[in-house]
C-alpha cells in the first residue's frame, strides 16, 4: 500500500522539476534581451560621441524643428534617432505591460514581441528616410538606373557599403523574432530583397535624383540576411508562437 504513494511522491518532485526549469529559461531569456538591449544604447553612445561634432552642429535646428539643416541631412536624421532612443525603450515598456497578464508566465514574450516590434521600426525608418533623400537636382536630372551587378559596388567605399549593409538590417534581425511565418532564411532573403527593390522603385519614381541601382538591393540584402542570422537564437518559430499566444 505504500508504494503507489512513494511513486505519487516522485512523480509531484518530477512535475516540480520540469515547471522550474521554464522560468529559468524566461529569466535567461529576459537577461540576454536586457543585456543586448543595453549594449546596443552603449554601441550608439560611443558612436554618437565618435560624431559628435557634426551632429551638434545639426542639433540647433532640430532642436527648433526645422526642416532644412535637420530633416534633410544625414546628421540630423541621425541625431534624431538618438534623441527618440529613450521613447522607443518606453513604448516598448508600455507595450509588454500591455501584453503581460497576470501571472501567466508570458512576461518574456511580452519584451520579445514589443522589442521586436519597436526595434523593427526604430532601426529601419531612420534608414528608410536618408534613402529617399533627394539629391542635388530632384525632379529636374533624369532617373537613372543601374543593372549592371558589382559595377555600383566599387565607387561606394568602406561608408557607403556599411550603410547599405544597415538599411534593412533591423527589419531583418526583428522581424523573424515576431512573426513565426519569416522564421526561415529564404524568406528573410525574399523580403530584404522585395523591399530593397521598393526602395529602388521609388526613387526611380520619384526622379529623386538618385541611382536605381541592382547593387544596393544586393547589399540591402545581404545586410537583411546577416542580421536575421544573427538573431536567429530567438526566432519566433511555429512551436514558440503556439506558446506565446497570449502575448
Known amino acids: 500500500m505504500q508504494r503507489p504513494f512513494a511513486s505519487h511522491g516522485r512523480m509531484d518532485h518530477s512535475s516540480a522539476s520540469l515547471s522550474v526549469r521554464p522560468r529559468r529559461t524566461r529569466t535567461f531569456v529576459l537577461v540576454v534581451l536586457v543585456g543586448l538591449a543595453v549594449l546596443a544604447v552603449l554601441v550608439l553612445t560611443a558612436g554618437a560621441y565618435a560624431v559628435r561634432a557634426p551632429l551638434m552642429m545639426s542639433a540647433p535646428r532640430c532642436m527648433a524643428g526645422r526642416w532644412h539643416g535637420c530633416y534633410d541631412t544625414f546628421n540630423g536624421v541621425v541625431l534624431m534617432t538618438l534623441v527618440l532612443l529613450p521613447l522607443a525603450v518606453l513604448v516598448a515598456w508600455g507595450l509588454a505591460r500591455l501584453r503581460r497578464a497576470p501571472a501567466d508566465g508570458t ?6 514581441l514589443s522589442l521586436a516590434e519597436v526595434g523593427m521600426v526604430h532601426g529601419t525608418v531612420p534608414f528608410l528616410w536618408l534613402t529617399m533623400m533627394p539629391g542635388a ?7 537613372r538606373v543601374s543593372l549592371v551587378p558589382f ?6 567605399g568602406t561608408l557607403g557599403i ?11 534581425f526583428f522581424a523573424p523574432i515576431r512573426f513565426a ?3 526561415s532564411g529564404p524568406r528573410i532573403l525574399a523580403l530584404g530583397a522585395g523591399c530593397s527593390v ?6 526611380y519614381v520619384l526622379r529623386l535624383d538618385r541611382v536605381s541601382s541592382v547593387d544596393d538591393v544586393l547589399v540591402n540584402t545581404t545586410g537583411a540576411v546577416l542580421a536575421a542570422l544573427a538573431s536567429r537564437r530567438w526566432w519566433r518559430t511555429t512551436h514558440t508562437a503556439a506558446i506565446w499566444r497570449t502575448a
Open 181 to 183: 511565418a519569416l522564421a
Open 137 to 143: 537636382a530632384p525632379g529636374i536630372a533624369p532617373a
Open 198 to 203: 521598393l526602395i529602388e522603385t521609388a526613387q
Open 107 to 112: 512576461s518574456t514574450s511580452a519584451w520579445r
Open 151 to 156: 559595377r555600383d559596388l566599387v565607387t561606394m
Open 162 to 172: 556599411v550603410g547599405n549593409l544597415l538599411v534593412l538590417a533591423s527589419l531583418g
